[in-house]
């Protein structure tokens, strides 16, 4: 079966002419009917039944009528999204990031956007997961790149990849030389964290309370850079991203196990929107970023 078989099919199926429907499909009548028998030797049913000049759709052609429409629908959508990217855009896209995020990779991704579209305007926010949530349910953001958020009524989330959460320590930290840390090793181990208003907090209290470890919070901080300071500075730890740490950098990255904290971290947009070709343009270019982490993290 063949695009053209679906297309001339539709065009009889509205018009139930073959006179009107060779003319929409600009063919002959003979090459309109011989395609109609095609198509119904191949699908092993009659879709139109002929008396004299008069045509009309069998119960089967009813059926598969709905089916063709919806698939030359896709089709013809498909068609426009391609002239669209292929397009010089001029609008704008929106963007919440959380703080880890905002580090490299929203940086790389509007980089390698504005080369494609440079008369796109860029607006990008740093903000907490939840004001990402309430500013894109409420249409003030395009997209929001964070961590999976609960309660998604409105919402789409498109995850990008698994990101495990490690135990950062300074040099002079009793856990400095451990290749792997178990979780219930960390009970009453000063440990400095997000605020409790994060997502990734709770998720992390949710670890703790699995194992039955009590950490001592000593102290809360709501961005990641003051706090890796403070781990390079003390005998305290935190729980972060590997991604976070600075090339370079002095701390050591240890992997924990049972169980193992992980974030999802995605593609977060209101269900009701249809996205602009600007906003479809650089979301691929997260996705493409995002799929390139993943193999990354695999290797």
Do not use: W
């Amino acid at each position: 079966m063949e695009l053209r078989h679906l297309r001339y099919f539709s065009a009889l199926a509205g018009s139930l002419s073959f006179t009107r429907a060779a003319e929409r499909v600009h063919v002959t009548q003979s090459t309109l009917s011989h395609q109609i028998r095609q198509l119904e030797e191949e699908l092993g049913t009659r879709l139109f039944d002929r008396v004299g000049k008069r045509v009309t759709l069998t119960e089967a052609g009813e059926t598969f009528l709905a089916y063709a429409l919806r698939a030359l629908q896709e089709i013809d959508q498909g068609v426009g999204a391609l002239k669209e990217s292929g397009a010089d855009l001029a609008g704008s896209v929106r963007v919440g990031a959380t703080h880890s995020f905002n580090l490299g990779f929203i940086p790389e991704c509007v980089a390698i956007f504005m080369q494609r579209h440079p008369t796109v305007h860029m607006t990008v926010q740093e903000l907490a997961a939840d004001s990402i949530v309430s500013k894109v349910s409420a249409g003030e953001l395009d997209l929001g790149i964070t961590y999976r958020p609960s309660g998604l009524s409105e919402l789409v989330f498109e995850p990008l990849y698994n990101e495990e959460m490690v135990l950062v320590v300074g040099k002079n930290h009793p856990l400095y030389k451990r290749k792997r840390v178990r979780m219930v090793e960390l009970h009453r181990q000063p440990i400095a964290l997000l605020p409790k208003e994060f997502a990734t907090r709770a998720m992390l209290e949710e670890c703790f309370v699995a194992c039955g470890a009590e950490p001592l919070v000593v102290a809360e901080m709501n961005t990641i850079s003051p706090m890796l300071s403070l781990v390079a500075r003390t005998e305290i730890a935190t729980i972060v991203a590997k991604s976070v740490i600075p090339i370079g950098s002095a701390l050591k990255a240890i992997p924990i196990e049972n169980p193992t904290p992980i974030r999802t971290p995605g593609i977060l947009r209101r269900k009701a929107d249809r996205p602009s070709p600007e906003v479809r343009s650089f979301s691929s270019i997260v996705r493409k970023l995002g799929f390139n982490s993943r193999l990354q993290k695999i290797d």
